[in-house]
Every structure is written in C-alpha cells, then in structure tokens.
C-alpha cells in the first residue's frame, strides 16, 4: 500500500458526461500527479500541482480540469467524455518536486464510457 | 523523440533463472532513471531509481539495477526470479532539461512472465 488513496475504483458513464476523480496524497507529500493509461497510448502524464499550483502540464485535452485543494487533495474532472478516454487513471504523489523525489501511485481509477 | 525504450514487449524466464529487463534512455542531460512494476488491476509500485553516485542500484524485493552512461542504459536485473515477480515493469526517466517540473516519462512496459 503506497499510501495514495483513489475514489472511486471504478467508473462507467455515458459519453457526453461528466466525471470527477479523487485523489489524497499520502502524508506530508506536497506534489500530486496525474496519469492516463491507455493500452494505444501507454502511461502519459497529465498534469502536476504542488500544495495548491499548477505546476507541469502533459498530454492534458482542453476538456480535462484538475485542481489541489487547500487540504492536498486532488481532483480530475473530466467532461464531454468521450469512448476513447475509456482508461485507467492513476494520481502520483511525491514529498516535494525535485527532479529525485519518487512518485508513489495510488491504485487507480478505472473509467469507462459507454 | 522517444526519451525511454523497452526494447522487449515479454520476457520469459524460468523460476530460479536470472531476469533481466532491458531499458535505454534518452536525454538531454543529466538522467533521473525509474523503475516500476504493476500488479494485474493494481497501481504501480516504485522499485529502485538511480540519482549519482554508484551504477548499482540496490531495490525491493530482491531487484537491482545497472546504470551504464555509455551505454545509455538502466535494466533491471533480479538473480533468482519468482513466480511472484510475473508482472509489468515499467522503465521511467525525468529529464531536467525540459520545461516539464514532475513529468515521469515512461516506456512501453516490458511483460515478465515467470513459469514453475
């Protein structure tokens, strides 16, 4: 148990909706990351925020939000959903954000869209 | 440009035999390295990575692995492999020369199956 936490495991919607992932950091870790993983696209970053700021931004779609909370949690609203962002979606988390520090994952959230 | 390679979609290897799982990186500077293993419907658990300082990186469960700068290179190797290491081992790099603060770049996972 990495001490990431993901609400909820899994996910089945329709497309044209709107869904919001949870992620709590473990203890003390300032960084949270999130991550897609799609079996034509492999593990691709998303976005990073560190204690409440946007800090890197990856393959992220326009129609995809995150923000950090002032507690460190993390949310990833995805909206206007589509079949192909049917995926696994997993928050990271980190102490700091140095190039060094290791990303612990959580285990995941699993979407579907029908 | 690719920054990771996993040159192997699926290794086999008998229980007892020594597993390796071939990474090569690509960056600009200086190679934060990263390895990775993934349990069927589990998140991913970190094994090792490699900062500076001594090419060999000791991890969990048993597994190291092997900086080699020449080569561009970071396998894993474990000596005696498991049953209980069947699994997806994912190869990560962090490059400083990019813009990107925290991104992880990954390869394509190499499948480890381990038979009795």
């Known amino acids: 148990d990495s001490g990431v936490t993901q609400t909820p495991k899994h996910l089945i919607t329709a497309t044209g909706q709107r869904v919001t992932l949870r992620c709590s950091p473990r203890?003390?870790?300032?960084?949270v990351y999130w991550y897609q993983q799609s079996l034509d696209q492999g593990l691709q970053f998303l976005i990073q925020?560190?204690?409440?700021?946007?800090?890197a931004k990856g393959n992220i779609l326009e129609r995809f939000s995150a923000q950090q909370f002032p507690d460190l949690h993390s949310e990833l609203n995805l909206s206007s959903l589509e079949l192909g962002d049917s995926a696994l979606y997993f928050c990271?988390?980190?102490?700091?954000?140095?190039?060094?520090?290791?990303?612990?994952f959580g285990p995941g959230t699993r979407l579907t869209v029908l | 440009a690719q920054s990771v390679a996993q040159p192997e979609d699926q290794v086999n290897v008998a229980e007892g035999n020594p597993l390796t799982v071939k990474c090569t990186y690509s960056?600009?500077?200086?190679?934060?390295l990263f390895w990775y293993v993934q349990y069927p419907n589990r998140g991913l658990q970190f094994l090792l990575k490699?900062?500076?300082?001594?090419?060999l990186v000791k991890g969990s469960y048993g597994f190291e692995a092997e900086f080699n700068k020449s080569q561009t290179s970071f396998h894993l190797k474990k000596p005696s492999a498991l049953v209980s290491d069947s699994a997806l081992y994912f190869c990560?790099?962090?490059?400083?020369?990019?813009?990107?603060?925290?991104?992880?770049?990954f390869g394509a996972g190499t499948q480890v199956v381990v038979t009795p």
């Open positions: 990271a988390s980190s102490v700091d954000q140095r190039y060094t520090d290791t990303q612990y």
């Open positions: 203890s003390g870790d300032l960084s």
């Open positions: 925020y560190y204690n409440g700021e946007e800090r």
């Open positions: 960056v600009s500077g200086n190679p934060y």
């Open positions: 490699y900062i500076t300082g001594d090419n």
């Open positions: 990560a790099v962090r490059d400083r020369a990019t813009d990107s603060w925290g991104k992880l770049q």
